[in-house]
C-alpha cells in the first residue's frame, strides 16, 4: 500500500532545513520502501487557489493560519500501516515535528 509522508513543524523547523535526512532516504530506498518525495518552500512562497462561482480566486501564502505548516512529503510503499509507522518514526524530523500518515486512494 501507498502512503505519504507529510513532514510538518512549527517556525523553529526551519532551523533543520538543511540538515537533510540523515542517512534516512538512502536506507528507505535500499529497503525498496522510498518513492520520491520533496522539501517544499516555506508557506510564504505558497499561492492559494480556489474557485468559486466560476471565478478563480488567489492569495498569497498558505490557506490555513494553522502553528504546523507542511514541510515536505515523501511517497513510500509498504506492506500495511504498522511498516509505515515504523517508516516514518526512522525520519529525523520525527524528533522535532510531526508526520502525517496518509494512505493513497487507490484508482
Do not use: N
Not at 3 to 19: R, W
Request: proline share 6%; net charge negative.
Amino acid at each position: 500500500m501507498k502512503y505519504v509522508l507529510l513532514i510538518c513543524g512549527d517556525e523553529s523547523a526551519a532551523e533543520h532545513a538543511a540538515d537533510g535526512c540523515g542517512g534516512w532516504s538512502e536506507t528507505m530506498l535500499e529497503r525498496g520502501v522510498l518513492r520520491g518525495g520533496a522539501g517544499l518552500r516555506p508557506p510564504d512562497d505558497a499561492t492559494t487557489l480556489r474557485v468559486r462561482g466560476g471565478e478563480v480566486l488567489l492569495s498569497d501564502g498558505p490557506f490555513a493560519e494553522t502553528k504546523e505548516q507542511i514541510g515536505g512529503f515523501c511517497l513510500i510503499e509498504c506492506a500495511d500501516l504498522d511498516e509505515a509507522i515504523e517508516v516514518a518514526a526512522a525520519h529525523p524530523a520525527a524528533a522535532y515535528g510531526t508526520i502525517e500518515i496518509r494512505p493513497l486512494v487507490s484508482p
